[in-house]
Structures are given as C-alpha cells and as structure tokens.
T-cell receptor
Framework: GAGVSQSPRYKVAKRGQDVALRCDPISGHVSLFWYQQALGQGPEFLTYFQNEAQLDKSGLPSDRFFAERPEGSVSTLKIQRTQQEDSAVYLC??????????????FGAGSRLTVL | GQQVMQIPQYQHVQEGEDFTTYCNSSTTLSNIQWYKQRPGGHPVFLIQLVKSGEVKKQKRLTFQFGEAKKNSSLHITATQTTDVGTYFCAGPAGNTPLVFGKGTRLSVIA
C-alpha cells in the first residue's frame, strides 16, 4: 500500500480482556517495528522484525505482550489480560531494510488503546 | 540502559523567533535521525545524519551532528505556526535498533 496501515485506530478494552492490533506495512518493506507511546512521551521500542523473523523483542514489557509476522508482511501485536497501564498509542513502522540501527522509519497512524 | 536525552522538554516561542533542541547520547552513535510529530499525529521522518560534524539544511531547519557523534541539534530559524509539534531525535542504542528521546514540544504563539 501507499503507507503503513494500522487497525483498529481506537480500541477500548475492559481490564483483563485480550486485544489484537494489526499493522499492514508498506509493500516490500523488509523491516517492521512496534513502539508504544504513552501520552506526552516519546515512542518506546517494543519489538522488531526482519521479514518473518523477530530479531529483537527486548522492549516487550511482559509476557502478556506477543507479536508475530508469520508471512513477513502483516504483523499483529497481541496483548493478553490487558491492564490499565497498557493504555497507550501503539505505533507500527516499516522500513525497506538494511542495518537495523540505520533504518529510516515510516510510521502508521497508530492504534490508541484505552483499558478501563 | 542506553538513552538518548533531549532538552528542553518544552519550548514556547513567539512566531518569528528561533528555536533549538538538543540531543545527547552517552555513547557514540552510528547515525542520528530526527522526527516531527504534530499534535494528534504520528512521527514523521525529517532527516538522518551519519557523518561526524555533518550539517544539513531543510529550508528554515538546520540539523547538526557533533564531532564525537554523541550529540545533535535541530535549529529552526524564524518559527512559524506550522512548526508546532514535538521534535524527536532517535538513534541506535546497544542492540536496540532505534531509541527515541522524550522529545521537545514546541509551541508557537502567533
């Protein structure tokens, strides 16, 4: 597609519910990143894929967070048993590839999660 | 862990005044990137700096990468209301591909 597409744009969940957030990267982009952005803060790194391989998941806050990219294109970030502290905007970004630290990122509009 | 520090956190300027935000790392960076996030929007890439002492300009925006590749700055000349937003620097930190600073939120008073 023309840009990075994320859905849903807004999600309200009750504490304890599971949620799944989808990211459709720019066609052909090898690298895909997930970030969490709390209100008034900078994006915090969660995880990174190169094609279908999850190369770094050091930023995932707990084992309730899980990300996958099974066919090297669309990615899903799943949060199990949501907690109030999970409320944030979840940003997906993609890049053409190359050394991870030099990737220039194109972000999606984000999925705003509110946990009640 | 390694961090990319940004100052100031907030800056309020009158339209037409200049604005500068600074980014510092405790370790040498292979590159540094700058992003802008408008209120309610998502981060948008502005520029990438790679070389020691590099200076790049985009119209009224001037980006610098320090000689030691540990710091960077973004300077906006004669701010306009369209410059409003949060400016983030980002760089690789350890094994983490791209770590973002907390950003500098710029407000421009017309």
């Amino acid at each position: 597609g023309a840009g990075v597409s994320q859905s849903p744009r807004y999600k309200v969940a009750k504490r304890g519910q599971d949620v799944a957030l989808r990211c459709d990267p720019i066609s052909g982009h090898v690298s895909l990143f997930w970030y969490q952005q709390a209100l008034g803060q900078g994006p915090e790194f969660l995880t990174y894929f190169q094609n279908e391989a999850q190369l770094d998941k050091s930023g995932l806050p707990s084992d309730r967070f899980f990300a996958e990219r099974p066919e090297g294109s669309v990615s899903t970030l799943k949060i199990q048993r949501t907690q109030q502290e999970d409320s944030a905007v979840y940003l997906c970004a993609s890049s053409p590839g190359g050394p991870a630290g030099a990737n220039v990122l194109t972000f999606g509009a984000g999925s705003r999660l509110t946990v009640l | 862990g390694q961090q990319v520090m940004q100052i100031p956190q907030y800056q309020h300027v009158q339209e037409g005044e200049d604005f500068t935000t600074y980014c510092n790392s405790s370790t040498t960076l292979s590159n540094i990137q700058w992003y802008k996030q408008r209120p309610g929007g998502h981060p948008v890439f502005l520029i990438q700096l790679v070389k020691s002492g590099e200076v790049k300009k985009q119209k009224r925006l001037t980006f610098q990468f320090g000689e030691a590749k540990k710091n960077s700055s973004l300077h906006i000349t004669a701010t306009q209301t369209t410059d409003v937003g949060t400016y983030f620097c980002a760089g690789p930190a350890g094994n983490t591909p791209l770590v973002f600073g907390k950003g500098t939120r710029l407000s421009v008073i017309a």
